[in-house]
Nanobody, 127 residues
Framework: QAQLVESGGGLVQAGGSLRLSCEASRRTFNPYVFGWFRQAPGKEREFVAAISAYGDTIHYADSVRGRFTISRDNAKNTMYLQMNNLKPEDTAIYYC????????????????????WGQGTQVTVSS
């Protein structure tokens, strides 16, 4: 059964760091585009970052660019999100998702273009 499993969330003070992981089975992971989204209470799910199948193309939301780094290890079927200099407004449930489609920039920003999601991991940043 295809599934994604996120880990690495937690409670951290503003300015701190966390590293999220998203692990998948081999057939689930390669060669797909993957992305991170987040959803705060009362808000819609919003795009955070995405990475192409072989890691050569990456895109970030303006709100996280320069603070977050997305990466993937295709040998381990795992994607990562390194989050530095965290802010209280980063507080949300973070989800990893697998995108369906061929054109990277046309599919990554919208949740409807993702056909598989993890269960989410809570990130809480205190001020």
């Amino acid at each position: 059964q295809a599934q994604l499993v996120e880990s690495g969330g937690g409670l951290v003070q503003a300015g701190g760091s966390l590293r999220l992981s998203c692990e998948a089975s081999r057939r689930t992971f390669n060669p797909y585009v993957f992305g991170w989204f987040r959803q705060a209470p009362g808000k819609e799910r919003e795009f955070v970052a995405a990475i192409s199948a072989y890691g050569d193309t990456i895109h970030y939301a303006d709100s996280v660019r320069g603070r977050f780094t997305i990466s993937r290890d295709n040998a381990k079927n795992t994607m990562y999100l390194q989050m530095n200099n965290l802010k209280p407004e980063d507080t949300a449930i973070y989800y990893c998702g697998r995108a369906s489609g061929a054109e990277f920039y046309s599919i990554i920003l919208t949740p409807v273009n993702y056909d598989l999601w993890g269960q989410g991991t809570q990130v809480t940043v205190s001020s």
